[in-house]
C-alpha cells in the first residue's frame, strides 16, 4: 500500500498519486488538480462530500459537511481527530464517511440520522469517533479488526479479517434479521456466514458483496431436513422404476413486509407488482457454489401481487451449507459429463402455450432462432410427467441410473445444450452413463438458451471483446468438468470443479498441489472435504450477492422486489467477477475478462447498454478489444478505466451530462426521484453507451477511478523512469493474452471438442492427447486470469515490485507453461495438428478468417495446419514477452539493488524457458517430419507404429549410411536411429530397441584400428558401430551421452532438449540407477532388474525379479548376486515360498545365511557355492519352537559330513558324533530320555561294531552291536553289583537278551580282585579337539586365514574392522540386533588396540577388556565364534544331553575351546606369552582395575609376575554363558554324594552355636563370647536376626551381645554369610576369591577375640572353617567343589587359593563321614 517510491528510487513523493476531479463527459470538461502534500491512495466520494486517503495514513475530507461545526471554506481540511493512528482504508456514504485503522479499528463520522455511524444518541457525529464490532459468539467477547468498509445513504458495511460482514444503520439493506431500525449497534450478517467474502460496495439503498465459491471445505453444517419457514421437505424422493429422482427444488415465497416506520423512509416501489415482463422467481436452495439457475415455480400467475410476506424464506436450508440462490431464468438447461442427465421440466403454467408465450414476452425485441432441440421440446414431456399442473414438483431433477459408481467412458466430453437436447429423450437417463445431479450438479450451466438469445439479439456483433455473448454464456455451461460420482443415500454436498476450469484435466493435472486453485468434482456425501491447493493467486470463481431494496431492478435477481437476505445473483456466477460496484439505483461488476456487467436504473444511461431498467445483469457496450480494469458508480454515472491501444490507460464514461446550474438543486437524494424529473434528466442530456473521455490522456497513468454524487476522480502517476508505464505494460499485456486465450478456447477449441464426429475422426488416442491438450490449455488460460487480477490489483493500490507474483511464485508459470508444451509436443509428434486439419477445414470453411485472426498469423494463404500450430504455440510466445518486461521493470532500478536482482533471476528464468520451449517445438516437428516421411520400404509396416510414442523425440538417425554395423553382411540393412529415450538398431525384417538408461558408448582409439569407432555396451550386447568420417563419430558420441544423461536425469523432454552435434559433452555417468529386463536365453531370462548398474551390469543395490515369482533383493556385483541378499522362491507343490535371507558370492549362496524351506524346515548356517557348507543348524518341523528333530554340526557340499549334534525330539534320543553323507557313521555317543548311554562305533546310520551301553541303574554292556540297541557278538555285561556276565549276546536291549557264556561274582573270592571289571567311559567317543571344527575354521577364514594360524596378522584386524562396519550397516534395519549389541560396544571395538611389542600388565589388561567387548557382539569374529560355541554347547547338554555320564566330556569340551580361541587370540596379538609364560608384575602393585561388570578378579595377591593362561583371560568371557548346562551335569554326577552332605548338614545344624563348636573339637579360645549386633533406636520394636542376613533398620546402634548356651547362627556370621556368595560366582577364580575371604573374615574375627596377631595352624583352622562351611548350608557344594577342581587355573593348584581349597574340599568329605553320637 505504500508507495513504490521508498524501495525503486525512481521517483519523488510528488510523482505518485495525483488526484484529479472533474463532472461529466462533455468536451469542455477539465478535470481539476487538488494539490495535496503527500500522494493519496485512495478517494472516496459521497453526494457532496469526499474523503482521501494520504501516504502516511492521514485522512482529509473535502466538499460540504454539515456536521463539521466550523467547516473552513476552500481545500481539503485533515481529519484531526484521526491523527496518531495510521489509516489503510475510507470510505463515504451518501453524507457520512469512515475510516480503518491498521489495527482493524473502525471510526465513523458525519449524518447518523438513520444509525449509519453506529453511534447511538447522535444526529450527526463531527468527528471521525471509533466504533466497535463486538463479537458476542465468543468467550469472552471479542472486537473484531476490519479490512474495509462501505457506505450507502442509510447505511454502513464492514469486511472484517475473517471475511465475515458486518453491518449496522437502517432499511433492508443491512441484510440483519431484525424487525426495528435504526441498527446501532454492527451485527454480522450470518446470512454469508461461513462464506470467504472478497469485497463488499453499498448503493443508496442496496448492498453488493463479492465472495468466494464454496470450496469442499467450507461445507460443515449439519443437514437440515425441512424448512423452517413453511415446514416443508427441501428434499423430495421419488422411486421409478430403475431410478431414484431426488429434487431440492423447494420454494418458499420471497418478498417481506415492511414496517411502518421502514415505508415511510423507502420510495413507493413500483417493483413490489409483479409486472408480467419480469416475474417473480422463487430462490433456488442448493449445495453447490456455482450451479446452475435452476427453473422456478412462480406463486400463481393469476395472482398480481406476489405476497410481501416472508422474505427469510432464503434461510431454508442454511443450516445444511445450503445457500439460496436466485434465478433468473424461467427456462432450464443442463448439462452432464458424456450426457447422462435427465432433465425433467415442472411447469406451474397450464400449458405450454403459456410459456411460450411468455418467452415471446420476455425477448420481444429479439430474433428468435428456434433451432430442433431447443428447450421448448422438453417441456412437453415434462410437463406430462409433472404429477398435476399446479403442484409444486421438483425444478430440476437427476435420474440416478444403476450405473452410478462406473467410471466415465469419456469424462472430458462436454455436451453444449443444444447437443444434450438432442441427444437426451426427455426425462430418461442414458444407461451406464454418468449420472450428474441436474439441480446441484457441476453439469448444469449458468443460464439458459433463451436469456442467451435475448442477450444475443441486443448486443450488437462488437457488443464484446470475446464475441457475441451466445458464446460467453454458453462458456459457463460448457465449462463445467462433470466427474463420476458415488452416490449413497442421503443427501449430497456437491463439490464443484469451479467454472473457470475448463472441461479437460487429466488426473495427473489434478493432483499437482502447486496448481492454481481447483476442486474434483464429487457428489460425495457431506462433510468429505477435498484437500486444495495453497492459495497463491486471486481466485476466479467469485458469486456476487445483493440484498436491499430492488425497485430499479438494482439487484440484479429479474425482479424489483426488495431482499431482506443476501442471495446470489446466479447469473453472474461462472463470469469470474474480480470486482463490484454501487451507484444510487444501479450496479456494476468487473470480470477478469475485462468486461463489465451492469444492471438497475438506467435512467441516465448510466448501466452502459440500451436496456431500462435492467433487472438482470448485462454487458456494457463497448468497443472491441477495449478492456476494462477499474470501474466505479455515482449517482448517476459511471466510471471506467480500461486498456486502450497505447500502455497509458483510458477513461469512459457513461451516464448524465453534469451541468453547472444542476449543482444547486442536488437537494434531492438519490431514490426520491419523480417521473418527471426523470424525463428532464434525459432531455438533459446523458450518453446512450460509455463514451471516451478525451481528456484522460493529459492525466498520465491513471490507476484507479472513483465516481460518487455527480463528481468523477481519477488517481494517476508520473511515468519516472519508465516504471509505473512498465508496470502497466505488465498488467495490461496480461489482461489483454487472458481475453486472447479465453477467445481460443471458446471460439477455436471448445467448438472443435463438440464436433460429434472428432473422436472418429482423430482416433481415440490421439482425441484422447487433445482432450488432455484442452485441459492444460485451460489451466493456463485460468492461471493467467488471475494472474491480470493480481497485477490490476497492484496497479489499484501498492504499484511496487514486492507484490509481483510472478517473482516469488515463478514456479507456478514456469510448470503450467512445462506442462502444456510437452503435451502439446506429444500431440504434435502424434499427428494430432495434422489430423484437426480436416475437421477445422469442415468447421471453419475454406478461408479460416477467425483462425488467422487469433493465430496472429500474417501471411497469404496459409495451411490450416500451421494456423492451428500457430494458435495452440500461441501460449509459448508470451513466455518471452515476461522475460522482456520484466528485464524492462529492472532497467528502472539501480543495478545493485534487491529489486533489480530479483526482476533480473525471473527474467532469466523465463527467458531459459522461452528458448527451451522453443527448442522443444523444434525437435516435436522435426520428430513429426521424420514420422511423416518415415520409409515404406522397410517390411516391417509395424514398426513405426511400435516405435512411435507421444514423449519420444528423435535426436539423429543414420539413414545416410553415417553410421554402419561393424561385420555387418553385405547386403544387410542396418539403421541405427537415437531418440530420446532408446535407441533403435532397425534391419531388414527386425528391429531392436535398446533403453538409453542401460546404454554406455565408449569411442574406440582411432590409432589401434584405422575406424571411427564407438563400443555400445547393453546389458545383454556389445556391438561396435562404425562411423564415416571422425566429425560423425563426435556428433553421434556427443549426441548419445548427451540424450543418456538426459535420460538418466529424468528429463526426457522437460530440460534442455539435444540437438545433434550441439552443446557441451557430457560425459553421463558410468554407474547408475535404472531398470531393465533381460530378454535372451538364461538364467535371467525374462526377469527384470531394478537397481545400480557399472558398465552393463548390476552393481550395487538392486531387485531383481523372475516371471515364475522369484525374487532377489540385495548387492549385486559385477551382474551377479554378490554380499548380503534376501531370496524368495515358490515352492509350486506346497504352495509356499522358500526364502533365503544371507551373504552370497558371485551369483550363489555363499557364507552365513538363514534359509526357511517351504516345508518348515529352517537351515542357519554357512552355504558355499549355493550348498550348506560348513557349520550349520536344521530345525525339522512345522513349528521351529517345539521341533520333532535338530541338527547343529558340519555340513559338505549339502551333506551332514563331520561332527555334529543330532537331537531326535519324536524318539527323545540325542546323537553326538560323527556323519558322512547324512549318515552317522564313525564313532559318537547317543543318549536318551530314559537314561540310556551309549558310546561306540556307527555305520550306515546303525551303532554297529564296539561299543558301551549304560542303563540308569549302571548296568553296563561292553562289547559288539549290529543294529541300534541290539548286542550280536561277544561282550561283558556288568551288573550294578559288580557281577558280570562274559560271553557271546543276541538280542536288543531292553527286551530278552540270549546269552553264552560265563558269570563272575567278583568281591566273594579276595584272590579274583583282579578280575573287577571296571568300565573307562570317553575312550569310543569324538575327542573334544576334533568337536566344532567347522566354527573355528569359519572364524579364522573371517580374519583372512586358510588354516589356523597361517595368515597376516595385519590382515585379519583390517578384516575385523571390515566385519564391523558391514555388519552394522546390515543390521541399522534390524534394531532387535542392534539393542542386543549395543552401539557402544561396537564404537569402543572401532579402536584397534596395540598388538604389537611387548606385553605389559598394562597391556594386558588393555587386551583383556578388548576380548570382553569383542566376544560381547556378534558382529565381531571373536564374538560370534563364541555366541556359536555357546550355541552348540546347549544344544548338546541341554534336554535328554543332560546325562550325568556326558560331564567329563562336556568339561574337556570346555577346555578345548579355551585353547582353541587362545590360538586365536596369540594371533591376533602375536607378542602374548603362551600358556604358562609370565608377564612382569610392576613394582608398585596396584590393586587389578577391575572392569565393571566383569567376573573375573585376580586370583592371587599381587606378585611379582602374572602366568599368561587360557583359563584366566577367556573363562571369564566363556564361563558365565556356558554354567548352566555344565552346572547341571555337576549336579546330576554328585546327586548321591552331596545328598548324604545335606543330609548331614541339615542334621548338624539343628544344634545351638557353642554345641556345634564343641562337637566339632573348635577349641574354646576362639570361641567367641560376646558377639556386636545393631540394635533399633530407642523407642522402636527390636528386630535382631542371627545368622545369614542379620541387618538393621535405619537407625541403629551396635550392641555386644552375651553369647549364650542357646545362641545359634550367630558365630562367624560374617564369614558365613561370605561363604554363601560361592554360589552366585561363575568362574573357579572368583570362586576361590570367596573362599580367600571367608578366610579373612575368619581370621579376622579370631583376632579381635585374642586381641593379639594370630598364626594358624591347620590343627585350629580346620574346625572353625568346617563350623562355617556347615553354617554356610551351601546346597550343592559338591558339584562347587568339583567344578572349581576341574577348571582351575593349573598355576594356582600349589599356591595360598590352592591350599585354602583343598581345605574346603576336606570339609566337604569331612561332613559326608561325619558321625554323630
Not at 476490519?146 to 432499511?171: D, F, I, M, N, P
Not at 465459491?213 to 413453511?230: A, E, I, M, N
Not at 582351575?1688 to 581345605?1703: A, K, L, N, R
Request: aromatic share 8%.
Amino acid at each position: 500500500m505504500e508507495s513504490q517510491r521508498k524501495s525503486s528510487g525512481d521517483d519523488d513523493g510528488g510523482e505518485r498519486g495525483l488526484l484529479h476531479t472533474w463532472k461529466g463527459y462533455s468536451c469542455s470538461v477539465t478535470p481539476e488538480r487538488m494539490l495535496l502534500p503527500r500522494p493519496v491512495l485512495q478517494v472516496a466520494l459521497g453526494i457532496r462530500h469526499g474523503v482521501l486517503l494520504v501516504e502516511g495514513g492521514q485522512v482529509y475530507s473535502f466538499g460540504e459537511l454539515p456536521w463539521k461545526q466550523s467547516q473552513v471554506p476552500g481545500g481539503p481540511t485533515q481529519e484531526c481527530a484521526l491523527s496518531g493512528q495510521r489509516v489503510v482504508a475510507v470510505a463515504a456514504g451518501s453524507f457520512h464517511s469512515g475510516a480503518v485503522t491498521e489495527d482493524g479499528g473502525v471510526h465513523m463520522w458525519g449524518d447518523n440520522g438513520a444509525g449509519q455511524c453506529g453511534l447511538s444518541g447522535l444526529s450527526a457525529v463531527p468527528n471521525p469517533t471509533p466504533v466497535a464490532l463486538v463479537d458476542s459468539d465468543t468467550v469472552p467477547p471479542q472486537t473484531v479488526p476490519v479490512l474495509e468498509l462501505a457506505c450507502g445513504e442509510q447505511h454502513t458495511l464492514a469486511l472484517s479479517v475473517k471475511r465475515e460482514v458486518w453491518a449496522w444503520g437502517s432499511g433492508c439493506q443491512l441484510g440483519l434479521n431484525v424487525a426495528t431500525f435504526p441498527v446501532w449497534k454492527p451485527q454480522k450478517v450470518e446470512h454469508l456466514a461461513g462464506r470467504y467474502v472478497l469485497q463488499v460496495a453499498c448503493g443508496a439503498l442496496h448492498s453488493l458483496a463479492l465472495v468466494r465459491c464454496l470450496g469442499s471445505q467450507d461445507v460443515q453444517r449439519p443437514p437440515v431436513d425441512k424448512c423452517r419457514h413453511c415446514n416443508q421437505l427441501l428434499y423430495t424422493m421419488t422411486d421409478k422404476e430403475d431410478h431414484v429422482i431426488i429434487s431440492d427444488g423447494h420454494y418458499c415465497p420471497p418478498g417481506a413486509e415492511l414496517t411502518k416506520d421502514e415505508r415511510k423512509l423507502e420510495a413507493p416501489a413500483h417493483g413490489l407488482k409483479t409486472s408480467p415482463s419480469e416475474p417473480v422467481l422463487s430462490s433456488h436452495t442448493s449445495t453447490s457454489h456455482s450451479d446452475s439457475p435452476a427453473p422456478q415455480t412462480s406463486a400463481d400467475p393469476s395472482s398480481d401481487s406476489a405476497p410481501v410476506q416472508d422474505l427469510e424464506k432464503e434461510e431454508t436450508a442454511l443450516a445444511n451449507g445450503v445457500l439460496p440462490c436466485s434465478d433468473s431464468d424461467p427456462t432450464a438447461q443442463s448439462e452432464g459429463g458424456s450426457g447422462a442427465v435427465s432433465v425433467v421440466k415442472s411447469s406451474l403454467y397450464p400449458d405450454e402455450q403459456a410459456v411460450k408465450d411468455y418467452l415471446k414476452k420476455l425477448t420481444d425485441n429479439t430474433q428468435t432462432e428456434a433451432k430442433t432441440g431447443g428447450l421448448h421440446s422438453l417441456l412437453p414431456s415434462a410437463v406430462g410427467l409433472a404429477s398435476s399442473p399446479s403442484a409444486t414438483l421438483n425444478t430440476l431433477v437427476a435420474s440416478c441410473a444403476s450405473a452410478v459408481g462406473e467410471r466415465v467412458a469419456s469424462t472430458y466430453e462436454a455436451l453444449s445444450l443444444k447437443k444434450m437436447m438432442n441427444y437426451l429423450p426427455s426425462g430418461v437417463s442414458r444407461s451406464g452413463a454418468p449420472t450428474g445431479l441436474t439441480g446441484t450438479a457441476p453439469g448444469v450451466g449458468d443460464n439458459t438458451t433463451e436469456r442467451v438469445r435475448q442477450e444475443d439479439s441486443m448486443q450488437g456483433k462488437k457488443s464484446s471483446s470475446t464475441g457475441d455473448i451466445r458464446e460467453e454464456e454458453a462458456e459457463s455451461m460448457r465449462r463445467r468438468l462433470s466427474l463420476p460420482g458415488l452416490l449413497s443415500q442421503g443427501r449430497y454436498a456437491v463439490h464443484l470443479l469451479s467454472s473457470s476450469y475448463a472441461l479437460l484435466l487429466s488426473p495427473r493435472l489434478l493432483r499437482k498441489a502447486v496448481r492454481p486453485r481447483m476442486r474434483a468434482v464429487a457428489l460425495t456425501p457431506l462433510g468429505a472435504a477435498v484437500p486444495e491447493a495453497p492459495e497463491v493467486l486471486p481466485t476466479l470463481q467469485t458469486e456476487v450477492w445483493s440484498w436491499g431494496h430492488g425497485e430499479h431492478g438494482q439487484l440484479g435477481h429479474g425482479d424489483n422486489l426488495a431482499r431482506l437476505k443476501p442471495l446470489c445473483i446466479k447469473s453472474l456466477n461462472s463470469k469470474e467477477v474480480v470486482r463490484v460496484a454501487a451507484g444510487a439505483g444501479h450496479s456494476l461488476a468487473l470480470t477478469a475478462q475485462s468486461q463489465v456487467f451492469s444492471w438497475g436504473s438506467n435512467s441516465s444511461g448510466q448501466l452502459g447498454h440500451m436496456e431500462s431498467p435492467s433487472t438482470i445483469p448485462r454487458l456494457a457496450k463497448l468497443s472491441e478489444g477495449i478492456r476494462v480494469w477499474d470501474v466505479s458508480a455515482g449517482s448517476k454515472h459511471t466510471l471506467l478505466l480500461a486498456d486502450g491501444d497505447c500502455i497509458q490507460p483510458i477513461i469512459y464514461y457513461s451516464g448524465q451530462q453534469a451541468k453547472e446550474t444542476e449543482e444547486e438543486s442536488e437537494a434531492k437524494e438519490p431514490g426520491h426521484q419523480e417521473e418527471g424529473e426523470e424525463k428532464q434528466e434525459r432531455a438533459g442530456g446523458y450518453t446512450p453507451q460509455p463514451v471516451l473521455l478525451p481528456f484522460c490522456m493529459h492525466l498520465g497513468y491513471v490507476s484507479s477511478v472513483f465516481a460518487g454524487g455527480k463528481r468523477c476522480v481519477a488517481l494517476s502517476d508520473r511515468n519516472v523512469m519508465g516504471f509505473i508505464a512498465s508496470l502497466h505494460e505488465l498488467a495490461a499485456a496480461e489482461r489483454k493474452f487472458y481475453c486472447k486465450l479465453c477467445n481460443i478456447k471458446t471460439q477455436i477449441i471448445r467448438p472443435l471438442l463438440e464436433l460429434e464426429s472428432l473422436s472418429s475422426t482423430l482416433g481415440q488416442v490421439t482425441f484422447g492427447f487433445l482432450q488432455i491438450l484442452a485441459g492444460q490449455f485451460s489451466l493456463l488460460c485460468h492461471m493467467t486470469g488471475q494472474h491480470a487480477a493480481s497485477l490490476t490489483a497492484n496497479l489499484r493500490r501498492g504499484r511496487d515490485v514486492k507484490s509481483l507474483l510472478i517473482l516469488d511464485h515463478a514456479g507456478i508459470f514456469l510448470d503450467s507453461y512445462n506442462e502444456y508444451c510437452s503435451t502439446l509436443g506429444n500431440f504434435q509428434v502424434m499427428g494430432g495438428i495434422q489430423a484437426l486439419t480436416k475437421p477445422s477445414l469442415d468447421f471453419f470453411g475454406k478461408s479460416p478468417e477467425l483462425l488467422q485472426r487469433l493465430s496472429e498469423c500474417s501471411e497469404e494463404n496459409p495451411a490450416v495446419a500451421d494456423l492451428l500450430s500457430a494458435l495452440f504455440y500461441l501460449p509459448i510466445n508470451h513466455i518471452h514477452e515476461y522475460g522482456r518486461l520484466l528485464l524492462k521493470l529492472a532497467t528502472c532500478f539501480e543495478v545493485c539493488s534487491d529489486e533489480y536482482q530479483r526482476l533480473q533471476d525471473s527474467c532469466s528464468k523465463f527467458e531459459a524457458l522461452s528458448l527451451q520451449l522453443k527448442r522443444r517445438r523444434k525437435d516435436a516437428e522435426y520428430t513429426f517430419h521424420f514420422w511423416k516421411s518415415f520409409p515404406g520400404k522397410m517390411t516391417v509396416n509395424s514398426l513405426r507404429d511400435s516405435l512411435r510414442k507421444p514423449h519420444r523425440r528423435l535426436i539423429c538417425e543414420s539413414s545416410n549410411k553415417a553410421l554402419t554395423l561393424q561385420n555387418a553382411g553385405r547386403f544387410s540393412v542396418n539403421w541405427f536411429i537415437l531418440f530420446n529415450d532408446a535407441l533403435v538398431h532397425a534391419q531388414f525384417s527386425t528391429h531392436h530397441v535398446f533403453p538409453l538408461a542401460t546404454l554406455w558408448v565408449e569411442p574406440i582409439p582411432e590409432e589401434n584400428t584405422g575406424t571411427y569407432g564407438l563400443k555400445m555396451i547393453t546389458p545383454e550386447e556389445t556391438f561396435t558401430l562404425l562411423a564415416s568420417s571422425p566429425m560423425e563419430k563426435a556428433k553421434w558420441l556427443r549426441s548419445i551421452n548427451q540424450t543418456v544423461d538426459q535420460a538418466l536425469s529424468g528429463a526426457t523432454h522437460d530440460k534442455t532438449s539435444v540437438s545433434p552435434g550441439s552443446g557441451p559433452k557430457l560425459e553421463p555417468p558410468i554407474s547408475r540407477t535404472a531398470s531393465y529386463t533381460f530378454y535372451k536365453d538364461g538364467r535371467l531370462k525374462e526377469a527384470t532388474y531394478e537397481g545400480r548398474w557399472l558398465a552393463g551390469k548390476p552393481n550395487g543395490r538392486g531387485v531383481l525379479k523372475w516371471p515364475d515369482g522369484r525374487i532377489y533383493t540385495g548387492e549385486f556385483k559385477n551382474g551377479l548376486e554378490d554380499g548380503f541378499g534376501e531370496f524368495t522362491a515358490p515352492n509350486k507343490a506346497l504352495n509356499k515360498n522358500d526364502h533365503y535371507q544371507g551373504h552370497w558370492k558371485d551369483g550363489k549362496m555363499h557364507g552365513l545365511g538363514t534359509y526357511r524351506y517351504a516345508s518348515g524346515e529352517v537351515y542357519d548356517g554357512s552355504f558355499q557355492d549355493g550348498m550348506r557348507h560348513g557349520h550349520g543348524m536344521l530345525r525339522s518341523g512345522k513349528l521351529n519352537t517345539s521341533s520333532p528333530s535338530v541338527f547343529i554340526g558340519q555340513w559338505v557340499q549339502d551333506k551332514k559330513t563331520g561332527y555334529g549334534v543330532f537331537d531326535d525330539i519324536t524318539k527323545g534320543e540325542k546323537y553326538m558324533g560323527m556323519w558322512q553323507d547324512h549318515l552317522r557313521q564313525g564313532t559318537g555317543v547317543v543318549v536318551t530320555q530314559f537314561g540310556l548311554y551309549y558310546e561306540g562305533t556307527f555305520k550306515d546310520n546303525k551303532m554297529m561294531g564296539t561299543g558301551i551301553l549304560l542303563s540308569e541303574d549302571d548296568t553296563t554292556y561292553e562289547g559288539e552291536f549290529s543294529d541300534d540297541w541290539t548286542l550280536n557278538g561277544k561282550g561283558v555285561l556288568t551288573m550294578a553289583n559288580s557281577d558280570y556276565l562274559e560271553g557271546s549276546f543276541g538280542g536288543e536291549w531292553g527286551s530278552s537278551l540270549k546269552v553264552t557264556g560265563s558269570y563272575f561274582k567278583p568281591h566273594l573270592f579276595d584272590a579274583d580282585k583282579e578280575k573287577t571289571h571296571v568300565v573307562k567311559l570317553g575312550r569310543l567317543c569324538v575327542c573334544s579337539e576334533d568337536k566344532w571344527q567347522a566354527v573355528f575354521v569359519e572364524c579364522w577364514s573371517q580374519l583372512g586365514c586358510e588354516t589356523s594360524g597361517q595368515g597376516e596378522n595385519w590382515k585379519a584386524w583390517e578384516n575385523i574392522a571390515v566385519a564391523l562396519t558391514t555388519n552394522r550397516w546390515q543390521i541399522q534395519d534390524r534394531p532387535e540386533i542392534l539393542s542386543r549389541s549395543h552401539s557402544r560396544t561396537l564404537e569402543s571395538l572401532e579402536v584397534i588396540p596395540q598388538h604389537v611389542g611387548p606385553i605389559t600388565m598394562d597391556r594386558y589388561h588393555i587386551i583383556r577388556l578388548y576380548l570382553i567387548k569383542a566376544c560381547d557382539t556378534p558382529l565381531h569374529p571373536l564374538g560370534r565364534l563364541v555366541e556359536t560355541l555357546v550355541a552348540v554347547y546347549r544344544m548338546t547338554y541341554v534336554g535328554v544331553g543332560a546325562n550325568r555320564r556326558l560331564l567329563p566330556q562336556a568339561v574337556n569340551e570346555i577346555k578345548s575351546y579355551l585353547n582353541r580361541i587362545f590360538q586365536i587370540v596369540r594371533f591376533l596379538f602375536p607378542d602374548l606369552p603362551e600358556e604358562g609364560g609370565q608377564i612382569p608384575e610392576p613394582t608398585t602393585n596396584l590393586p587389578d582395575q577391575k572392569e565393571p561388570g566383569s567376573t573375573d578378579a585376580p586370583p592371587q595377591s599381587p606378585k611379582p609376575v602374572r602366568v599368561v593362561s587360557c583359563s584366566a583371560l577367556l573363562l571369564p568371557v566363556l564361563l558365565p554363558r556356558l554354567y548352566p548346562p555344565l552346572f547341571t551335569l555337576y549336579a546330576l554326577d554328585k546327586e548321591k554324594e552331596d545328598g548324604v552332605y545335606w543330609d548331614c548338614v541339615l542334621r548338624l545344624n539343628k544344634q545351638a552355636d557353642l554345641a556345634l563348636l564343641a562337637f566339632l573339637g573348635v577349641q574354646q579360645k576362639f570361641w567367641p563370647v560376646t558377639i556386636s549386633v545393631c540394635m533399633p533406636a530407642l523407642g522402636e520394636k527390636q528386630q535382631v536376626r542371627f545368622g545369614c542376613s542379620s541387618y538393621s533398620t535405619p537407625s541403629t546402634s551396635t550392641t555386644k551381645i552375651q553369647v549364650l548356651s542357646s545362641t545359634k547362627d550367630a558365630c562367624f556370621a560374617s564369614a558365613v554369610e561370605t561363604l554363601q556368595q560361592i554360589s552366585t560366582t561363575f568362574t573357579p577364580s572368583d570362586k576361590l576369591q570367596v573362599i580367600q575371604l571367608t578366610f579373612e573374615e575368619i581370621t579376622q574375627e579370631v583376632q579381635s577375640l585374642l586381641k593379639q596377631d594370630f598364626l594358624w595352624s591347620m590343627d585350629d583352622l580346620f574346625p572353625v572353617f568346617l563350623y562355617v562351611v556347615l553354617r554356610a548350608r551351601i546346597r550343592n557344594l559338591g558339584s562347587e567343589v568339583s567344578l572349581i577342581e576341574d577348571l582351575m587355573d593349573p598355576s594356582v593348584q600349589h599356591g595360598e587359593h590352592g591350599i585354602m581349597f583343598t581345605t574346603l574340599k576336606a570339609c566337604y568329605y569331612q561332613i559326608q563321614h561325619e558321625k554323630i553320637t
